[in-house]
């Protein structure tokens, strides 16, 4: 009983964890939203954007707003969007998506983490080879969707690939993934169709992997978890198999 009720706490713990994180990281995205297209989501895609991501982790509706009128006023902190590029332990490329207010207090931890993990930080551009940029989108799977009728329809967003997928409640996901620049396009498809998109993301998608063994990848992820438990960390993408 008592194992029971503690294995239930540090799960739950761990969720609420991982949701300020998310909230963290979606409340600076609203900011850079507000501050980049103005205040109202109907004119300002990115902030449409980023409140459908944020409404799909259940970030508030009050924390949302809050984002939005504190970002809206003259003297609200803005915030610099930079990517970082190195090697963890064992040769594995790891790229940081950051978004801070003080770029110096950013680079100085993330070249910190690398070193004491016995890793290295790159110059700008070096995993260019190793991650390409794609608009990322997911709607949840209902019985009435005829994937294969939709995914003629959505040729003429820039569709590449669509396929279905697992959530973490273990829902099907319908995933499409277009080109970095064809974001807007296929966004306003979804909107006209009547889609309801749970999230619409740019991630990397690593183009080979590396191959490493299971103590190695140990070494690897307790690196990334390191960093995405920094404030101005964004996204952190690796290559692994």
């Known amino acids: ?21 998310q909230f963290t990281r979606l409340g600076k995205e609203i900011a850079m939203s507000v501050k980049e297209g103005g205040p109202h989501p109907e004119s300002n895609s990115r902030l449409r954007t980023a409140i459908q991501n944020a409404k799909a982790v259940n970030m508030p509706k009050d924390r949302i707003e809050a984002a939005i009128k504190r970002a809206s006023e003259k003297d609200a902190a803005g915030y610099e969007e930079h990517v970082y590029e190195g090697y963890a332990p064992h040769g594995v490329p790891v790229l940081i998506e950051t978004a801070t207010d ?121 690196l990334i978890d390191k960093i995405e438990e920094d404030d101005d960390v964004q996204a952190v993408y690796h290559n692994m198999a």
């Open 1 to 21: 009983m008592g194992r029971a009720f503690e294995f239930r706490k540090e799960r739950k713990f761990k969720r609420w964890a991982k949701m300020a994180v």
């Open 102 to 222: 003080n770029t110096n207090r950013t680079v100085a931890n993330i070249r910190s983490y690398f070193s004491k993990a016995g890793g290295s930080l790159g110059k700008t551009g070096s995993l260019d080879f190793i991650f390409q940029r794609k608009s990322i989108f997911r709607f949840a799977a209902t019985d009435n969707l005829d994937l294969e009728e939709l995914e003629l329809e959505l040729i003429d967003g820039g569709l590449e690939e669509l396929y279905v997928e697992e959530d973490e409640e273990g829902n099907d996901v319908v995933v499409v993934q277009t080109s970095f620049e064809d974001f807007g396009n296929m966004q306003k498809l979804l909107e006209d169709k009547g889609i309801e998109v749970k999230s619409a993301k740019l991630e990397r998608i690593s183009l080979s992997q590396t191959e490493i063994s299971e103590e190695a990848a140990a070494d690897v992820l307790k």
